[in-house]
T-cell receptor, first 114, second 109 residues
Framework: DTEVTQTPKHLVMGMTNKKSLKCEQHMGHRAMYWYKQKAKKPPELMFV???????INESVPSRFSPECPNSSLLNLHLHALQPEDSALYLC?????????????FGPGTRLTVT | RKEVEQDPGPFNVPEGATVAFNCTYS??????FFWYRQDCRKEPKLLMS???SGNEDGRFTAQLNRASQYISLLIRDSKLSDSATYLC??????????FGTGTSLTVIP
């Protein structure tokens, strides 16, 4: 079962709100990723977790705060976002960090910041 | 210089046509190569991994040329359902994945 789930599917939030995006996989994958995707652009990497530890942070503003509570879950906490942060946020996982396995993506959360 | 370059298209082809996409990558240490397909407002889905010897999956054939640092995807007998954006993805050190800009394909009846 190659499935990554994400909640919520859609989220509208004001610039002063705090919200969280959730991602879950039960494939035993030990690498998990957050991407941001704007319309007609490829996904842009935000964060990588390897064995539940943050291994890559692509200079993402601190208003985005990732968390990996366990090997199956990945959260992205949002606070004081800007309208330009509106995008599709994709979670992905891959089998083992440092190897050549493919990534599997969740359906994404479509975020609108008003 | 971008890690992965793709012709964004769009490619508009009639049903039944054969279409090829190419992708070049800049880092010769790249280890793994993939083609993903992304439908409008959906997530990328793995189409196929690309192996050094080339590989085929039905109407789809992927090739890798390490010497020239390019990857190709050939789609034979195009179907309407093949209309999508095709993303070339290159992996370096296993957990760094670099995406091309994507190539848009529309198959016309």
């Amino acid at each position: 079962d190659t499935e990554v789930t994400q909640t919520p599917k859609h989220l509208v939030m004001g610039m002063t709100n705090k919200k969280s995006l959730k991602c879950e996989q039960h494939m035993g994958h030990r690498a998990m990723y957050w991407y941001k995707q704007k319309a007609k652009k490829p996904p842009e990497l935000m964060f990588v977790y390897s064995y539940e530890k943050l291994s890559i942070n692509e200079s993402v503003p601190s208003r985005f705060s990732p968390e990996c509570p366990n090997s199956s879950l990945l959260n992205l906490h949002l606070h004081a976002l800007q309208p330009e942060d509106s995008a599709l946020y994709l979670c992905a996982s891959s089998q083992t960090p440092g190897t050549s396995y493919e990534q599997y993506f969740g359906p994404g959360t479509r975020l609108t910041v008003t | 210089r971008k890690e992965v370059e793709q012709d964004p298209g769009p490619f508009n082809v009639p049903e039944g046509a054969t279409v090829a996409f190419n992708c070049t990558y800049s880092n010769s240490a790249s280890q793994s190569f993939f083609w993903y397909r992304q439908d409008c407002r959906k997530e990328p889905k793995l189409l196929m991994s690309v192996y050094s010897s080339g590989n085929e999956d039905g109407r789809f054939t992927a090739q890798l040329n390490r010497a020239s640092q390019y990857i190709s995807l050939l789609i034979r007998d195009s179907k309407l359902s093949d209309s999508a954006t095709y993303l070339c993805v290159v992996s370096l050190f296993g957990n760094q994945f670099y995406f091309g800009t994507g190539t848009s394909l529309t198959v016309i009846p």
